[in-house]
């Protein structure tokens, strides 16, 4: 199965400020046609997952433009450009380009 | 509106049964591949069973060693998925998850599955 690493597991930030969540992949997660397969989730507290990013770098309906996701092959990040106490919780990476689909061990970020 | 609703989680012995539904509205179940996910207590996401969008192929994680079956109904827009010879670790919240864009597109609110004596 294809591994994958996010980092830092812990990220606490001050309200207003910048944040960065890395994921490496064991693989390459570029698919047979073409495109890469990696999204970005987001799980508040005592709720569901919720998609962000899709194939790298694509913002789900709803979600605020200060989330973005860029990178290539395997190594991707997670960028908040200026966090708000809503974006308290955990971000998971997910691959859907090898079977089965996996998951980063997810990245708390709370507010300092 | 486009949702996934589960049910059929409780409280069940080790070696007991159960079986969770996951209803579907606003989109049918037959055009997307759909997948289970579960999440044990404090801890991250696991994948746990697959069925393809056209229902014929249907895939399991490892450790679920032919204990669960996932299916489908079309007519009830329903996805389900069987769990028997349960264990203590399977104690989680198990997720009904819609594959979209290459991803997990869209969740359910998750039911919660206790397996303790």
């Known amino acids: 199965d294809v591994v994958m690493t996010q980092s830092p597991l812990s990220l606490p930030v001050t309200l207003g400020q910048p944040a960065s969540i890395s994921c490496r992949s064991s693989?390459?997660?570029?698919?047979?046609?073409?495109?890469?397969?990696l999204n970005w989730f987001q799980q508040r507290p005592g709720q569901s997952p919720r998609r962000l990013i899709y194939?790298?770098?694509n913002r789900d309906s709803g979600v605020p433009d200060r989330f973005s996701g860029s990178g290539s092959g395997t190594d991707f990040t997670l960028r908040i450009s200026r966090v708000e106490a809503e974006d308290v919780g955990v971000y998971y990476c997910?691959?859907?380009?090898?079977?089965?689909?996996?998951f980063g061990q997810g990245t708390k970020l709370e507010i300092k | 509106e486009v949702q996934l609703e589960e049910s059929g989680g409780g409280l069940v012995q080790p070696g007991g049964s159960l079986r969770l539904s996951c209803s579907a509205s606003?989109?049918?179940?037959?055009?997307?591949?759909m997948h289970w996910v579960r999440q044990a207590p404090g801890k991250g996401l696991e994948y746990v069973s697959a069925?393809?969008?056209?229902?014929?192929?249907?895939y399991y994680a490892d450790f679920v060693q032919g204990r669960f079956t996932i299916s489908r109904d079309i007519s009830k827009n329903t996805l389900y998925l069987q769990m028997s010879s349960l264990r203590v670790e399977d104690t989680a919240v198990y997720f009904c998850?819609?594959?979209?864009?290459?991803?997990?597109?869209?969740w359910g609110q998750g039911t919660t599955v206790t397996v303790s004596s």
């Open positions: 998850v819609q594959v979209s864009e290459g991803g997990y597109g869209l």
């Open positions: 606003g989109f049918t179940i037959s055009r997307h591949s």
């Open positions: 069925i393809h969008y056209d229902g014929r192929n249907t």
């Open positions: 693989h390459s997660l570029v698919y047979s046609d073409g495109s890469t397969l």
């Open positions: 194939k790298v770098s």
């Open positions: 997910i691959q859907g380009s090898h079977w089965p689909f996996t």
